[in-house]
């Protein structure tokens, strides 16, 4: 997977991704709680998208919103939807944030990483100590696998199991309390090591 792709791809995607998205209010909660997203907390979203979550994020309450995403056109979207919040076209891997996180999402956007041990080696060292980082897909493991059969099927590596990505949490400094993996959605969440 090339990441030049994968830009273009959701460069591609950004006109109509809204108009195209479910939404599972319930699991977007459980989401959010698990991930630690609450009042008076620094968020970063990765692979933000058009912002689907900053509403969210916002009617929680929390210190500020951080977000970034490789495809401009999304950016553009996200940028013109929420001007309060701060909105980077990057590669997370290759960005220095002049800060730290307590919370870190990665929402709907995993598989789209090549190297995932090397992305939550970066996103741990973006967090506070003690702060928390999500992986997290409104969908089960195999719907998301069906979902990216098909044209993303270039941009997109096969998303691991939770007791894989449990483990590169491990690896990174982080103890995982959250391992969810069923038919509605998909969840690792952890702390980072004080």
Not at 4 to 30: G, H, L, S, Y
Not at 80 to 99: I, M, N, Y
Not at 136 to 159: I, P, Q, T
Request: with cysteine.
């Amino acid at each position: 997977m090339n990441k030049q792709d994968v830009k273009a791809f959701f460069d591609r995607c950004a006109p109509r991704w809204d108009a195209d998205m479910v939404r599972n209010e319930a699991v977007i909660e459980t989401i959010l709680n698990n991930g630690g997203i609450r009042e008076g907390v620094h968020v970063l979203d990765v692979a933000c998208g058009t912002g689907v979550l900053f509403g969210d994020y916002l009617r929680r309450n929390v210190a500020s919103v951080t977000a970034i995403d490789i495809s401009p056109e999304m950016v553009k979207i996200a940028q013109s939807k929420f001007p309060q919040v701060q909105v980077l076209c990057g590669d997370v891997e290759d960005t220095a944030f002049d800060r730290r996180f307590d919370a870190v999402m990665v929402y709907n956007a995993f598989p789209h990483f090549p190297d995932p041990a090397h992305l939550i080696a970066v996103l741990s060292g973006l967090l506070m100590p003690g702060g928390r980082l999500s992986v997290a897909h409104g969908m089960s493991r195999a719907a998301l696998s069906a979902h990216h059969a098909g044209c993303a099927s270039k941009v997109s590596v096969e998303l691991l199991s939770e007791d894989a990505l449990a483990q590169l949490f491990a690896n990174s400094g982080l103890d995982v309390d959250v391992r969810i993996s069923d038919e509605r959605m998909y969840q690792v969440s952890g702390v980072k090591r004080t």
